[in-house]
């Protein structure tokens, strides 16, 4: 069998349509886990009643069953409580819950790894909770917590294509479409995968960046961009 | 006689079953250095964290200005009593002139971003930190990182200022120059609660003395009454082993 080079070219047009979506569902999808994420661990720690335990039922819910069942339920089952929606809406909604549910548990560690002794000095200035967390906690903890938040970012961008199984037309159902009529699957899947990996490689740079950016101990004095100096440290307000 | 600036009475405080502060009674003077000295695990620092209600107290009452401490909202109270504290606690993401206006932008509503600008620039002359203003906290030695957080407190312009062991995370030779702000902040009137183990600097500006032992007050008097001419058994004993 001879690998079909010329079919793929044919197909990238379509195929860019499918990856057009993908990337409208990723960029929605992350948006709204990161929303989820801060407001979520934020109400954990503050130990909020009612809202706190609901997050903890939620959390546990969303990573101890598997997405795609989470994907069906919310396609074939909120029409039954007469909320239907679109494809593409339940799609973002999964993934943003799926998203959510994780980046919780990686905003709260590093919420909570930001030193108690900050707030207190917070607090002693006058500051209230919102002012602490909303000036202190949350932009400390962020960047503490954001390479694991990177992590699940990226576990979002590819488990965007199980929505595949409830006919989104993103990138993995156009290829199913494709081989479908033309059964050239090695050429089909092998690019696939090539696509993900692109995206998931610029997806990486971009966070990569976006790092190297929040990092405040290099800021001020505009060290080289390639000094690693500080990358590990990643607690921070303790004394001395 | 100076004024009572803050009234302490039959303070109570406990941690789960232990008992931390067991009746303290004292008052602190207006313009004046009171300092709190004794053994480690004596109830200084948990003192001193009800003198700005980091802690609650179970028993007792504190007044500022004859006002009970009930009677006045938790972050005004803390405004006008600041707190230093011993591992300096800059805010680590922004600039030390960031790290000064961060409160009072959100607080002091009646003072313009300017003049906010212009008073942080004016303490942080004062603590000889002016020209760092643009750093960023780890970039300054820890001497340097406890000055800032001395002008951080001050913006605030408190009545009162509470300082717990500020020396204590300190190498050696970076201690004086903290020292010397405190000292210049006790001279230009400054209503000051001094928690130190340097007896030396306790000495010289402390108005008053306290000393505490397992949550009560032992002794208060004068510098010379206390050091000089201690009444208290347990007193000497804390002097002669801290003064070898
Ligand atoms: N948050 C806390 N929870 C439980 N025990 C505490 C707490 N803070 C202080 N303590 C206890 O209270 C006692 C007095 O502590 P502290 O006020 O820090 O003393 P000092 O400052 O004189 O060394 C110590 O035995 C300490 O272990
Ligand atoms: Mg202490």
Redesign the pocket.
Known sequence: MKFDIAFIIDQLPYLMTGLKMTLLLSFASLVLSLLIGIAGAVIRILKVPILSPIIIGYVELIRNTPLLVQIFFLYFGLPFIGLKLSGTVTGIVALSLWGGAYAIENFRGGFKSVSKNLNEAGYSLGLNTYHVYRHIIIPIGFRVSFPSFSNTAMSVVKNSSLLAGIGVLELTFTALNSVAVSFKYIEMFLSLGVIYLLIVWVLSFLFALIERKLDFKRRSSKKAFFSFKGMANKTYGKAG | MTKTKMKIENVHKS?DQ?S?LRGITTSISEKEATVII?P???????LLRCLNRLESINEGTIYLDDQSFMDIPIQKLRTRVGMVFQSFNLFPHLSVMKNLLLAPTKLQTSKSKDELMELGYSLLDKVGMKEKAESYPEELSGGQQQRVAIARALMMEPEVMLFDEVTSALDPERVNDVLETMKDLAKSGMTMVI?THEMGFAREVGDKIIFMDQGVIVEEGTPEEVFGNSKEDRTKAFLRNVLK
């Open positions: 941690f232990s931390v004794g480690s695990g004596s109830g200084k620092s948990t928690v």
